[in-house]
């Protein structure tokens, strides 16, 4: 089997190329020429991944290196991430998030029809919840540019679907972390924060909003079900949780706590880091996951954290010898 991932230097991808890899795939990761994004997170296996050159906002470079890979799996990862982002740079952000999704689909109706197509959708399309928890057919509010890009980037894949006969898959992904998540992302600011105060570096943590509350989970579970999608006879839309919600307060808790240290001294709130709309209750149910793809996460919250705050420690400790 051969798969195509866009966005393969980021932590989906990361994670995405290392399982197809133990599956005997030949992956081929899509970047840009002019990326200056690190491929630390493939370290290990980079070897073993062919990298190609286009650009989501250029369609006939995705054709082109449809027609030369003729993949059979196309995995697209590639977005503007960072919710806080899209609020400073609204535009590209939805030529990335939305009309790259397209480009990507009318490239596969365009070369081959065949190809399996799956679309990272996202949990921020439901912004302010209609419902608790939310389903594949809870009524989208999205809450920042990021969040509208998506659901533009989640319908289209939908229509393409109806309209071309595509095996067009969206996953909508609640929050997912892990030791590779970037540093702008405030769950591995915490863990990151929390190994540099434990390690006498600094004495404050920064944070925003420690009220908002998210449905975490770890990324590798959640590449696991991707692939998942692919594999099934019918294409579909399929919402990836874990099903229970916490507030960043209980992860700045469970952080410090596992290093034995009392959260309130070092975290300190910054207006900076507030959200000019908040996402208020994401909370996910996967019941249609785990009854048509067999999907189950390995991971749970505690261990999740456990995890990110032994990687940040280790990694410090590995940039002292």
Do not use: C
């Amino acid at each position: 089997m051969r798969a195509l991932i866009t966005g393969i230097t980021g932590q989906d991808g990361s994670y995405l190329a290392e399982l197809l890899l133990s599956k005997n795939y030949e992956v081929y990761g899509m970047v840009r020429r002019s990326s200056t994004e690190s491929s630390d997170r493939l370290e290990g296996f980079k070897h073993k991944i062919r990298f190609v050159q286009a650009d989501l906002l250029d369609q006939l470079s995705i054709i082109s290196i449809i027609e030369d890979i003729k993949p059979d799996e196309v995995y697209n990862l590639a977005a503007q991430s960072f919710v806080p982002t899209s609020w400073s740079q609204p535009v590209l952000t939805g030529e990335f998030n939305a009309l790259g999704v397209t480009k990507m689909l009318e490239a596969i109706r365009l070369v081959n029809k065949n190809i399996r197509f799956y679309q990272a959708s996202s949990s921020e399309m439901f912004g302010k919840v209609q419902e608790v928890p939310q389903t594949e057919k809870t009524f989208l509010y999205p809450r920042s540019p990021y969040g509208v890009a998506k659901v533009y980037g989640h319908w289209i894949t939908i229509n393409y679907r109806e309209s071309f006969d595509i095996h067009a898959n969206s996953g909508i992904l609640f929050n997912h972390e892990s030791p590779r998540r970037g540093l702008e992302f405030v769950t591995r600011k915490i863990t990151d924060g929390v190994a540099r105060i434990k390690a006498g570096l600094t004495d404050t943590l920064p944070l925003g909003n420690l009220d908002a509350k998210r449905d975490w989970g770890y990324a590798g579970d959640y590449v696991r079900a991707m692939w998942l999608m692919l594999q099934q006879e019918k294409p579909g839309d399929f919402v990836i949780a874990t099903g229970e919600t916490h507030s960043v307060r209980e992860f700045v808790e469970a952080a410090f706590g596992y290093v034995g240290l009392d959260w309130e001294k070092y975290v300190k709130k910054d207006p900076r880091f507030m959200r000019p709309a908040e996402v208020d209750m994401l909370v996910g149910d996967a019941g249609k996951a785990k009854k048509v793809l067999g999907w189950e996460p390995e991971y749970d919250f505690n261990g999740l954290v456990e995890m990110m705050v032994k990687a940040d420690l280790k990694r410090l400790e590995d940039a002292k010898k």
